[in-house]
């Protein structure tokens, strides 16, 4: 279960998730090129497999770790 943060808009992300893609993604997901709001956003990565270290080390980045939630499924 994920509680996401209230009034935030949020997005999904799925597909084949690999770290460099989902790097790109956030880096351009969450550019201030998008407005202030985006920074507002919540993003929920679904995936079937477990997140790698390298996974959880870019989500814990404090850019993300409050924004940027994966669930296995």
Known sequence: ????????RH????GNIEVESVRQFLQEFFNSDHGANIFKATLVILHHEE???????????????????????
């Open 51 to 73: 997140p790698t270290m390298e996974m959880k080390s870019l989500l814990r980045s404090p850019a993300y770790a409050n924004r940027v939630f994966y669930v296995k499924g």
């Open 1 to 8: 279960t994920v509680a996401l943060p209230a009034a935030t």
């Open 11 to 14: 997005a999904l992300l799925c």
